[in-house]
């Protein structure tokens, strides 16, 4: 089973702030990597596909990279509506999701 | 409207089972592999099951593996989890999923429902 590391767990940031979530796989993932924003009570929404691709509809924002076994999910510049958890998803081997990257105002 | 719609969640004891369904409309349901997806109380997200266009693919995840069904029904746009011999780490929201591009099983999930309660409790 492919493992999904997400760090940090949690991140306070202002808004305006740039900010960087970092997701590993456990092996090699090629780039089938999404990124899901979350708020409470809500169920996800796809911002990232196949690690860089921005999802029709999202702010361009937001932001992937990576390939492999290292991927960041970037913010440029925080808005307040960007307050929520993120999570990374690979799906190269079944699906799996990180654990989770709380992001709270400073 | 792209949209899904879970519903038959609930509350149950330990052992016994639930039938979850998803209404999808406003798009070519049966062009589309489909999943589910749960969230334990203040937990991540766990990917559950998922069901190619044409039932012919078929997978579960090991901690539900012999226990859950799932199953779909293109003439009625609709896809079920069956869930048997359920235990108290089962409780969550239950979400169905449709993955992104048509015909494809693995890809990233792009509409999701609201969500249905599964509460397993004596």
């Known amino acids: 089973d492919i493992q999904m590391t997400q760090s940090p767990s949690t991140l306070s940031a202002s808004v305006g702030d740039r900010v960087t979530i970092t997701c590993r796989a456990s092996q090699s993932i090629s780039s089938w990597l999404a990124w899901y924003q979350q708020k409470p009570g809500k169920a996800p929404k796809l911002l990232i596909y196949?690690?860089?691709s921005l999802e029709s509809g999202v702010p361009s924002r937001f932001s992937g990279s990576g390939s492999g076994t290292e991927f960041t999910l970037t913010i440029s510049s925080l808005q307040p509506d960007d307050f929520a958890t993120y999570y990374c998803?690979?799906?190269?081997?079944?699906?799996?999701f990180g654990q989770g990257t709380k992001v709270e105002i400073k | 409207e792209v949209q899904l719609v879970e519903s038959g969640g609930g509350l149950v004891k330990p052992g016994g089972s639930l039938r979850l369904s998803c209404a999808a409309s406003?798009?070519?349901?049966?062009?589309?592999?489909m999943n589910w997806v749960r969230q334990a109380p203040g937990k991540g997200l766990e990917w559950v099951s998922s069901i190619s266009s044409s039932s012919s693919y078929i997978y579960y995840a090991d901690s539900v593996k012999g226990r859950f069904t799932i199953s779909r029904d293109n003439a009625k746009n609709s896809l079920y989890l069956q869930m048997n011999s359920l235990r108290a780490e089962d409780t969550a929201v239950y979400y169905c999923?449709?993955?992104?591009?048509?015909?494809?099983?693995?890809?990233?999930?792009?509409?999701w429902g609201q969500g249905t309660m599964v509460t397993v409790s004596s």
């Open positions: 998803q690979q799906y190269n081997s079944l699906w799996t």
């Open positions: 196949k690690a860089s």
């Open positions: 999923a449709r993955v992104l591009i048509t015909m494809i099983v693995a890809d990233a999930f792009d509409i």
């Open positions: 406003g798009f070519t349901f049966s062009s589309y592999s």
